[in-house]
């Protein structure tokens, strides 16, 4: 969309692959800006049902919400 989206995993860490190597900061909200992709990578180490959502409660309810389950 034309707005950003601060994304977010409850419960987990996300370390955000910015091209610096091990210089990549970790972060519980990423930054989503309009139109760009990113990547980051996800340490599945708290078991649980976490929410994987946009924090912007009216982008919530039109659907950016998912539950992620790690066993």
Known sequence: TMMEH???LRGLWSELEN????F??????ILVKPAERISYLLSADTPGEWAYHCHLLYHMKAGMFRKVVVA
């Open 19 to 22: 091209g610096h190597g091990a």
């Open 6 to 8: 601060p994304i977010h």
């Open 24 to 29: 990549n900061p970790y972060k519980h909200t």
